[in-house]
């Protein structure tokens, strides 16, 4: 949708969708009644990040308006999909990966052909999932594959998650660190599969997948699961295809999964953590962000992430980490809440600039 409709469109949905969380006469910003009902977005694999983060955001929510009830709709959504399901205002709060969100905001790579996004603000990240290794995309094989590093992906089967999913985006990138793509696999006769990740699992477990890819904290319940009837195994990232990564997100990090993680795990794992987080509408009320931000982030409060997801326990001692990378603005709830608890704010300039 391009021209005047589309923009029009746009912000009928945004006003409709707001409509319930924002109090006539005390300006878009505040909050003096608790909203009626929320819309977040942020449903992946059961047991995915995504999932686990948005079963958090749900109890925050609860928590932060104690007594009092909220509708609260969850909705499915890949890290693709989030940005424009809440630019439009069809949702309020979802899922924000780094990369993804900044090109949703600057209309590059994956959004080159839309309109820029930016409605999008940040709150806070993940920082249960912080507790943990990443090694993302984690490459996950079996003792039988024979397969030792990306550059032997050449010509195999491989799954690769959702077709809209980051992961499916970064293996992509990744592979080119070994001179391959999807393309070139596919032409030396191989096959790149998308879909579920659980699916994919079984798929592999099956044998008719060589390898799946995993973006997720360790140890990951997919992958425990089926470790405990499979000969699995992880493959360490090549440093070319570490560096093909790198260069192509700048949210990126070196992250290293220690051996021993799992029982059957005897080398480490190199591969990189994601700056994942929460993204909310720009004109959702400054109270309503604030009051949940309190719930994620304050000390006294932080346990939430452990007391939802078990392995996220100790969640709470990373609370100084929730804006150490704070890649599209800082929504005006979260920045008075992180002042108010002496939390640093670090934004980097990509997605910051200009913002509408």
């Given at each position: 949708?391009?021209?005047?409709?589309?923009a029009?469109g746009?912000?009928?949905?945004?006003a409709?969708?707001?409509?319930?969380?924002?109090?006539?006469?005390?300006?878009?910003?505040?909050a003096?009644e608790?909203?009626k009902?929320?819309?977040?977005?942020?449903?992946?694999?059961?047991?995915?990040?995504?999932?686990?983060?948005?079963?958090?955001m749900?109890?925050?929510?609860?928590?932060a308006?104690?007594?009092?009830?909220?509708?609260v709709?969850?909705?499915?959504?890949?890290?693709?999909?989030?940005?424009?399901?809440?630019?439009?205002?069809?949702?309020?709060?979802?899922?924000g990966?780094g990369?993804?969100?900044?090109?949703?905001w600057?209309?590059t790579?994956?959004f080159?052909?839309?309109?820029?996004m930016?409605?999008?603000r940040?709150?806070?990240?993940?920082?249960?999932f912080?507790?943990r290794?990443s090694?993302?995309?984690?490459?996950?094989?079996?003792?039988?594959?024979?397969?030792?590093?990306?550059?032997?992906?050449?010509?195999?089967?491989?799954?690769?998650?959702t077709?809209?999913?980051?992961?499916?985006t970064m293996v992509?990138?990744?592979?080119k660190?070994?001179g391959?793509?999807?393309?070139?696999?596919?032409?030396?006769?191989?096959?790149?599969?998308t879909?579920?990740?659980?699916?994919?699992?079984d798929?592999?477990?099956?044998?008719?997948?060589?390898?799946v890819?995993?973006?997720?904290?360790?140890?990951?319940p997919?992958?425990?699961?089926?470790a405990?009837t499979?000969?699995?195994?992880?493959?360490?990232?090549?440093?070319?295809?570490?560096?093909?990564?790198?260069?192509?997100?700048?949210?990126?990090?070196?992250?290293?999964?220690?051996?021993g993680?799992y029982?059957?795990?005897?080398?480490?794992?190199?591969?990189?953590?994601?700056?994942?987080?929460?993204?909310?509408?720009?004109?959702l009320?400054?109270?309503?962000?604030?009051?949940?931000?309190?719930?994620?982030?304050?000390k006294?409060?932080?346990?939430?992430?452990?007391?939802?997801?078990p392995t996220w326990?100790g969640?709470?001692?990373?609370?100084?980490?929730?804006?150490?990378?704070?890649?599209?603005?800082?929504?005006?709830?979260a920045?008075?809440?992180?002042?108010e608890?002496?939390?640093?704010?670090?934004?980097?300039?990509?997605?910051?600039?200009?913002?509408?």
């Open positions: 949708m391009t021209g005047s409709w589309s029009a746009r912000n009928l949905a945004v409709g969708a707001l409509a319930a969380v924002l109090v006539a006469g005390t300006g878009p910003a505040f003096q608790p909203p009902s929320l819309v977040i977005i942020g449903r992946g694999s059961a047991g995915s990040t995504s999932d686990l983060a948005f079963t958090v749900e109890e925050a929510i609860k928590r308006y104690a007594g009092t009830a909220i509708n709709r969850r909705l499915p959504g890949t890290a693709t999909a989030v940005p424009p399901r809440i630019h439009s205002g069809e949702a309020q709060i979802g899922h990966v990369e993804s969100v900044v090109d949703a600057n209309a790579r994956t080159a052909n839309r309109p820029k930016q409605s999008l940040y709150v806070g990240a993940y920082i249960g912080m507790t290794p090694a993302s995309p984690t490459f996950i094989t079996t003792e039988k594959s024979g397969l030792k590093s990306w550059a032997d992906l050449k010509d195999k089967r491989i799954g690769v998650g077709p809209d999913s980051l992961t499916s992509n990138v990744a592979l660190g070994v391959l793509s999807y393309d070139q696999i596919k032409r030396n006769g191989g096959v790149v599969v879909g579920d990740w659980n699916q994919q699992m798929m592999l477990a099956d044998g008719q997948l060589d390898a890819f995993l973006t997720a904290d360790h140890p990951s997919i992958l425990t699961q089926f405990a499979n000969a699995a195994r992880i493959v360490s990232m090549d440093e070319p295809v570490l560096k093909a990564l790198l260069d192509n997100y700048p949210t990126f990090v070196r992250n290293e999964l220690p051996a993680t029982d059957w795990q005897k080398n480490h794992v190199v591969g990189v953590q994601l700056s994942l987080g929460y993204v909310v509408h720009k004109d009320p400054d109270d309503v962000v604030y009051r949940i931000c309190k719930q994620l982030y304050w006294e409060n932080a346990a939430i992430w452990g007391e939802v997801v326990k969640a709470e001692k990373l609370v100084d980490k929730a804006a150490q990378t704070v890649f599209i603005p800082l929504h005006p709830g920045k008075k809440c992180f002042d608890a002496g939390i640093p704010i670090r934004t980097i300039a990509n997605g910051a600039d200009n913002p509408s």
